[in-house]
């Protein structure tokens, strides 16, 4: 056994000597920007009229068949259909993306009859599994009933359906005769080396809807079987809580590496939204519902906008930048989990577009794909504006898309098959209910607060927020929430997600902040756990500038949405979208929530099931270090069983931290051995020291968020007595 470390060690020692240029070489290449070229819509002399809105009610049957208006149509269809021309950026992250990921492969047909179970993906109704593979050899569902965008039949724009919500297949203008030659379906699906090769042309490129996360099931009309959905039982504003980003996007990970294991302690129903671009921290987030935006937008809250997001407002045109004056205060809501989108719904939404590769030729010139390893530059709406015909069609759009999201009503637990019967009859308990929550919640969960003249917090606030509760007509155009930020360090939850900063100044999301949120305060000091020393809280300061802050999520329809918090951590996973399903993962969310003491805490940490690598494919590493790849990889590692994900995932990347990660001695992370195990190493008094004194180095100074215990928080009503909170139950299930 140690001889065996011994002749190891040696072998790690070359790999260490010659592994710092390599880090070195990646870290110094990635340190010049370029211009972006204008988009292919651009260069191929297309204009926003060559992209006309789909006018035909296509999906009538959904959202409970609520009747809409014409722009309502048309915002519906954009939701569902419009890719903003990003299938060309999804297929270069195919052949850039290390070999992780490729929705052709997502799509394989063969697993058409367990998506939903396996990935979360939700069936295209009309469609059904392929018995034979096309004239390429791939294996793509096949349509059996006529399609409802049939009468649009401009798959230029819209590509053509994949059988999958959210994914649209379109031809791939590089697959000219050459790349015909080189095409081999069966190496493709087999052959590692041939399918993550940079060079390889695919027959086809897929792109990416809003719908492929946020269409799901209809609580109020589920599916009899999930894999195969009807129309009339999806719904396009509920969210996916059933989506595994992991299985959807890197479908070709496995047990061994560390990138398999990050993705496997990461809840469903959850996407990592800055994994590109990468901000190095590993916080994904709950995809909420969306309901009621017009009760969110009658409230609004003042946010100064400044600088590039100006140009945003002004929904600039090609030439001029409107950048007079230089400063506007506008009521916009707080959109995402931290606030952080802050300019407006429609400045909102464009993100999203680009963050899903709209324009990703300037785009990705913003930030290094991936890896993350350079500073960020802020992208830039003028050029945006300038440069890309699909970002002015989107722009066309996005109004469409808000005013089809105003129309979106809650929906009622009271109104589902079989709801009612979760619902207490008892009037009294109801009432204590709606007192409570008038007592303990709505301070930030109700968009009806006092007038300016009744300070919320004073014995006139408190009558006033009771009576404001126990009126009949306390639920209609309540968004329930205030829209408000609140410091981490008074929430309490896992700050991971809070201290996000992608749209911090100059960063790559700049252009879609306020000035008030790159203004915000530190939140002062939070405290976190170290598992070198679980008895000792390790404080960490959030950075002034935007992070650090969470504003309340509606509680609209909470039933249907649990597990609960930004990141899905309270509440079991039930995977089952009928009624049934749904109120098991509330009732056991919601006494989570109430009863912390239920939590999982130091058990809720997602750490590595086995020793695990992190493993750069041959094809990024330079020439002169191939022969340090074993089969087809560069290996950093072995990383222990039972390592916090978070521990490694959110250092900040530069070389002196990854030397501390992988010391020089070796290239194991915390100079660990195959066999070690983590929580071994940490235990007092035969674990490893000097490995505990790394471990509160890497969390204490070089770690982006040291915060590793993910269901803590949010101890509001922790302290009510039973009755009171089995009261406020009731009443959170009616909303
Ligand atoms: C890969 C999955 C994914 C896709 C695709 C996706 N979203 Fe989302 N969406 C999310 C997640 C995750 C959240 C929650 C993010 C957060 O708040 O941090 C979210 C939340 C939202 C919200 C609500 C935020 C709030 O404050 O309530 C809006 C609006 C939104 N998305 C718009 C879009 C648009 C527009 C598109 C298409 C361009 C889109 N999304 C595509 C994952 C996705
Ligand atoms: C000081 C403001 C504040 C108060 C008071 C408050 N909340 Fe919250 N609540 C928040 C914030 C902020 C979050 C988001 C925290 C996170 O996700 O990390 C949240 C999240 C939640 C969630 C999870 C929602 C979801 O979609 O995941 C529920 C449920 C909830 N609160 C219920 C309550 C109830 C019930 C009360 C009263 C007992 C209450 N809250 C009191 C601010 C507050």
């Given at each position: ?7 190891t ?7 260490a ?7 070195v070489?990646l870290?110094?290449g990635c340190?010049r920007?370029v211009?972006?070229?204008?988009d292919?819509?651009m ?15 296509l999906?009538?049957?959904m959202?409970?068949?609520v009747?809409l208006?014409?722009n309502?149509?048309?915002g ?14 999804w297929?270069?992250i195919?052949?850039?993306g ?6 052709l492969k997502?799509l394989d047909?063969r697993?058409r009859?367990?998506?939903f179970g396996?990935m979360g ?12 593979p096309?004239?390429y050899?791939?294996?793509l569902d096949?349509r ?7 009468a649009d ?7 053509r359906?994949?059988g ?13 005769n ?11 699906y087999?052959?590692?080396v ?5 060079e ?19 609580p ?14 999806l719904?396009?504003?509920?969210g996916?809580?059933?989506f595994?980003e992991?299985?959807v ?16 302690a990461q809840?469903?129903?959850t ?20 309901f009621d935006?017009?009760a969110r937008?009658k ?5 100064t906008i ?14 001029t ?12 809501p707080?959109i995402l989990?931290?606030g ?19 324009d ?14 350079r500073p960020?530059?802020a992208?830039?709406?003028?050029q945006?504006?300038?440069s890309s015909v ?7 759009r ?8 105003s129309r ?6 009271e ?5 009612s019967a979760y619902?207490?009859?008892d009037?009294a ?10 007592e303990?919640?709505?301070?930030c ?5 006092p007038?300016?003249?009744?300070s ?17 007509d306390?639920?209609?155009g309540n968004?329930?929430s ?14 991971c997600?809070?201290?996000?900063t992608?749209?911090?100044a100059g960063?790559?999301w ?16 939070i405290e976190?756990?170290?598992p070198?020393?679980p008895?000792?809280?390790?404080p ?5 500038g935007?992070?650090g802050?969470?504003?309340?999520p509606s ?6 949405s649990?597990?609960f918090l930004?990141?899905n ?10 009624v049934a399903?749904?109120m ?6 919601i006494?989570k ?5 239920k ?5 809720a940490i ?5 020793p ?5 494919p041959?094809?990024f590493?330079?020439?002169?270090f191939?022969?340090?790849?074993v089969?087809?990889f560069?290996?950093l590692?072995p990383?222990p ?7 490694v ?6 070389v ?10 070796n290239?194991?992370?915390l100079n660990a051995?195959i066999?070690?195990?983590?929580s ?17 180095d ?8 040291p ?6 928080g949010?101890?509001?009503g922790a302290?009510?007595?039973?009755p009171?909170?089995?009261?406020l139950i009731?009443?959170?299930?009616t909303?």
């Amino acid at each position: 056994m140690h001889q065996r470390r011994r002749s190891t060690l040696d072998q790690f020692t070359i790999i260490a000597i010659t592994i710092l240029p390599l880090v070195v070489c990646l870290f110094a290449g990635c340190n010049r920007f370029v211009e972006s070229p204008p988009d292919d819509a651009m260069a191929a002399g297309l204009t926003t009229a060559d992209f006309p809105q789909a006018k035909d009610d296509l999906f009538s049957q959904m959202d409970g068949g609520v009747r809409l208006t014409e722009n309502e149509i048309e915002g519906r269809n954009t939701w569902i259909l419009w890719t903003a021309g990003n299938q060309v950026f999804w297929d270069r992250i195919a052949r850039e993306g290390y070999g992780i990921v490729d929705l052709l492969k997502t799509l394989d047909s063969r697993n058409r009859a367990h998506r939903f179970g396996t990935m979360g993906l939700i069936n295209e109704p009309g469609f059904r599994p392929s018995t034979r593979p096309d004239q390429y050899g791939l294996w793509l569902d096949q349509r059996i009933q006529p399609s409802p965008t049939q009468a649009d039949p401009d798959e230029k724009i819209y590509g053509r359906s994949s059988g999958v919500i959210g994914l649209r297949i379109y031809p791939n203008p590089d697959f000219d005769n050459e790349a015909k030659k080189h095409w081999d379906a069966r190496r493709y699906y087999s052959d590692r080396v041939y399918f993550s090769g940079r060079e390889l042309i695919r027959p086809y490129r897929v792109g990416v809807t809003c719908g492929l996360c946020h269409v799901a099931p209809n609580p109020l009309n589920p599916p009899m079987d999930p894999e195969n959905p009807r129309w009339e039982n999806l719904d396009s504003a509920i969210g996916n809580q059933y989506f595994r980003e992991g299985k959807v996007f890197a479908f070709d990970e496995h047990p061994g590496s560390f990138f398999w294991e990050m993705l496997n302690a990461q809840p469903p129903g959850t996407s990592d939204t800055s994994r590109v671009a990468n901000d190095h921290i590993n916080n994904p987030s709950s995809i909420n519902p969306i309901f009621d935006l017009k009760a969110r937008l009658k409230e609004g809250v003042d946010e100064t906008i400044a600088g590039g997001a100006l140009d945003l407002l002004a929904g600039v045109d090609e030439t001029t930048p409107h950048r007079t004056p230089d400063q506007s205060v506008r009521k916009v809501p707080h959109i995402l989990k931290d606030g952080a989108d802050s300019v407006g719904v429609a400045g909102a939404i464009m993100r999203v577009y680009v963050n899903e590769g709209l324009d990703s030729q300037q785009w990705l010139t913003d930030h290094d794909l991936l890896l993350g390893l350079r500073p960020q530059r802020a992208f830039s709406v003028a050029q945006a504006a300038r440069s890309s015909v699909y970002w002015r069609a989107t722009f066309e759009r996005v109004g469409n898309v808000e005013k089809f999201f105003s129309r979106i009503k809650p929906i009622h637990l009271e109104d589902a098959p079989g709801g009612s019967a979760y619902i207490t009859k008892d009037q009294a308990t109801m009432n204590r209910g709606k007192l409570v929550f008038a007592e303990r919640c709505a301070g930030c969960h109700s968009s009806k607060q006092p007038p300016a003249d009744i300070s919320p917090r004073s014995p006139a606030g408190l009558k006033w927020y009771r009576e404001s509760a126990m009126r009949p007509d306390f639920r209609e155009g309540n968004f329930f929430s205030n829209d408000r930020r609140y410091p981490v360090s008074l929430i309490k939850t896992n700050a991971c997600r809070a201290l996000a900063t992608n749209a911090t100044a100059g960063h790559v999301w700049d252009n879609f902040s306020s000035l008030t949120y790159k203004s915000l305060d530190s939140t002062g000091p939070i405290e976190t756990f170290n598992p070198a020393e679980p008895s000792k809280p390790l404080p960490f300061i959030a950075p002034a500038g935007g992070p650090g802050y969470y504003r309340p999520p509606s509680l609209i329809s909470i039933w249907s949405s649990a597990p609960f918090l930004h990141n899905n951590s309270i509440g079991i996973f039930t995977g089952d979208p009928s009624v049934a399903g749904r109120m098991r993962a509330f009732n056991d969310a919601i006494e989570k929530l109430l009863w912390p003491e239920k939590r999982d805490g130091e058990a809720a940490i997602g750490v590595t099931t086995q020793p695990s690598f992190m493993r750069i494919p041959q094809s990024f590493i330079p020439e002169a270090f191939k022969p340090l790849c074993v089969d087809g990889f560069l290996n950093l590692g072995p990383i222990p069983r039972g390592t916090p994900i978070n521990l490694v995932a959110n250092v900040k990347p530069d070389v002196g931290n990854l030397l501390k990660l992988f010391p020089s001695a070796n290239l194991a992370l915390l100079n660990a051995d195959i066999d070690s195990d983590f929580s071994q190493l940490m235990a007092k008094p035969n674990g490893d020291e000097k490995v505990r004194r790394l471990v509160s180095d890497l969390l204490s100074v070089r770690s982006n968020c040291p915060d590793l215990i993910e269901d803590r928080g949010h101890y509001f009503g922790a302290e009510l007595p039973d009755p009171d909170k089995l009261a406020l139950i009731e009443f959170l299930k009616t909303l």
